[in-house]
């Protein structure tokens, strides 16, 4: 298959390209031979990427994410991770007071967060730079709505995130392999 074709029944399924990526972006970074040895795997690898070539910082799209889990070094690195999920999700306004702590040397954090005027906390379990992924799978369902999940492909030590319907998740599943698993 096509790296196009992937494309395309990747956007019938909500992940398109963000406006100004395009095939030769994709290109850049890996020969077309890469993406259609085995479809569909290496290019829901590299739509939770940025472009790798100028102009700097654009993603590939704002429907994925590549989430390295080594990424907590203090105060607001949880707030920053659960603002990209409520992004990821479509739902920028949906959490309200939010706040974390994180003490690394002292093993010691914290997330509060409310959503729809619900308050939730939770101490957060510290393992030197690695982000808590139950705590932040607990902050996922509370964000997943209307049959959306988020569902992640494994990428050593990132995990590649999506939010998408199941039905969506179901068909990717069908024509990857079931690369996708669902975060629970």
């Not at 290496?42 to 993603?59: A, D, F, K």
């Not at 992924?133 to 964000?143: G, K, N």
């Not at 494994?154 to 990857?176: K, P, T, V």
Request: net charge negative; with cysteine; proline share 2%.
């Amino acid at each position: 298959m096509t790296l196009e074709q992937q494309l395309e029944k990747l956007a019938k399924l909500g992940l398109t390209l963000n406006e100004g990526v395009t095939i030769d972006d994709l290109l850049y970074s890996f020969d077309r031979e890469d993406y259609e040895k085995k479809p569909f795997d290496l290019i829901l690898s590299m739509l939770g990427s940025c472009v790798q070539r100028e102009p700097w910082g654009r993603l590939i799209s704002d429907r994925v994410w590549s989430f390295d889990t080594e990424c907590i070094y203090q105060t607001g690195d949880y707030a920053r991770i659960v603002k990209k999920l409520c992004s990821l999700a479509n739902k920028p306004d949906l959490i309200n007071g939010l706040k974390d702590f994180v003490d690394i040397e002292e093993r010691e954090a914290w997330l509060k967060y409310r959503i729809n005027g619900k308050h939730y906390g939770w101490t957060i379990y510290v393992n030197d730079d690695w982000a808590d992924t139950l705590t932040l799978s607990y902050v996922m369902d509370r964000i997943e709505s209307d049959g959306f999940h988020f569902y992640y492909k494994d990428s050593g030590q990132a995990m590649i995130l999506f939010y998408l319907h199941e039905i969506a998740a179901f068909q990717i599943n069908q024509l990857s392999g079931n690369i996708l698993q669902r975060i629970t």
